[in-house]
């Protein structure tokens, strides 16, 4: 953790509050436009691309610190002021009621857990984005029904930008300004033109894989996504790997794992066939790594991309993936415990 947060998570502890006006001060010191918080957000541009996610989060740790003491605070002088009474027993115990993580987010950050281990970084990208990006670098031709309606949200005003359907958006936008090696997840939130059902969703979110460098084969594929299926579902977790068509990948594959929830035995969930199907995955085209700037002579690469929605409902055993979008407490607070 940075040095300048971790002497300011001390201050909070230790800042003296008595009154309204001491609050208020607190306040202004570290949540004000010219306050500690705001300064530390200004000097981001100065942290190592590298540094910058876990920098981020402790200054949101630090915020999230200071606005508890202010509410806290705030809850003990209204109850004196209501009382009539002036003075403040600051012995008095605090009731804070603890939140959770949304269901996506715990599985999404176990993810990064599993493949940050064995060398892979994070990298965001843009949800609007362009043809260029979404499409025709990653081989889809013109007549492809992907660019229909049907299946696309486009931008009324500008028929070459749209909402992107995938995260392979990010791996080329990375293939086009980084040279191999390169071994990167794409998380984020896409959308597709699709009809809500408890099996489907216009929304919903996506990690991709990608990895270039010399050599690479379709067998560094396989064992890194065996190592990632038994991380997070467990070691006695098996795959298969179905042979599919994907314009941006050659060869291409589909994967399941054996069913946890039967043990392979067959139940609603798995359709009776005793496997899930996961994700989809295969050795980059070479015509992609030459869009992109990539002489395919000289490297290959694999990638892969899940859909967490599903892997959710996979872990937490959840049949409704419209659950995932309500926002309804009584859901979210049964996973209190789940991080």
């Known amino acids: 953790m940075n040095e300048k947060i971790v002497i300011h998570l001390t201050e909070i502890d230790d800042f003296p509050i008595t009154s309204a006006s001491e609050l208020e001060n607190f306040r202004i ?14 000097a981001m ?131 086009e300004t980084t040279k191999p090696p390169i071994r990167v997840i794409c998380p984020g939130r896409v959308f597709r033109n699709e009809a809500i059902t408890a099996r489907a969703h216009c929304i919903f979110h ?48 589909e994967m399941d794992i054996s069913c946890d929830i039967c043990g392979g035995k067959g139940c609603n969930i798995c359709k009776n066939s005793g496997w899930v199907e996961i994700l989809g995955c295969g050795m980059v085209d070479p015509a992609v790594l030459e869009s992109c700037g990539i002489d395919s002579t000289v490297y290959t690469g694999y990638a892969f991309g899940l859909g967490i929605e599903r892997m959710t409902q996979q872990v937490f055993k959840t049949k409704d993936i419209r659950m995932f979008f309500e926002n309804d407490l009584r859901f979210i607070k049964q996973f209190e415990s789940a991080f």
């Open 206 to 253: 996506q990690v991709e894989g990608l990895y270039i460098d010399k050599n690479v084969t379709f067998a560094d594929l396989k064992q890194t996504l065996l190592y990632f299926a038994q991380e997070m579902f467990g070691k006695e977790t098996k795959i298969r790997l179905r042979p599919s068509y994907f314009p941006f990948t050659e060869p291409s594959a």
């Open 29 to 42: 010191y570290f949540l004000g436009k010219k306050g500690v918080i705001t300064a530390l957000f200004a």
């Open 45 to 175: 541009k100065e942290i190592p691309n590298e540094e910058k996610k876990a920098y981020g989060q402790d200054i949101n740790l630090l915020k999230n610190k200071a606005e508890e003491k202010i509410e806290s605070f705030k809850t003990v002088f209204e109850k004196n002021q209501n009382s009539g009474s002036t003075s403040i027993d600051t012995s008095m115990p605090i009731e804070l009621n603890s939140g959770s993580r949304h269901p996506i987010s715990v599985v999404q950050n176990r993810i990064y857990s599993i493949f940050e281990k064995i060398g892979f970084t994070v990298a965001l990208g843009p949800e609007i984005e362009d043809d260029w990006h979404v499409f025709s670098a990653l081989n889809f031709p013109e007549e492809h029904p992907a660019r229909d309606m049907q299946d696309t949200f486009f931008i009324e005003s500008n028929p070459d930008v749209v909402l992107r359907t995938h995260t392979s958006s990010i791996q080329v936008r990375i293939m």
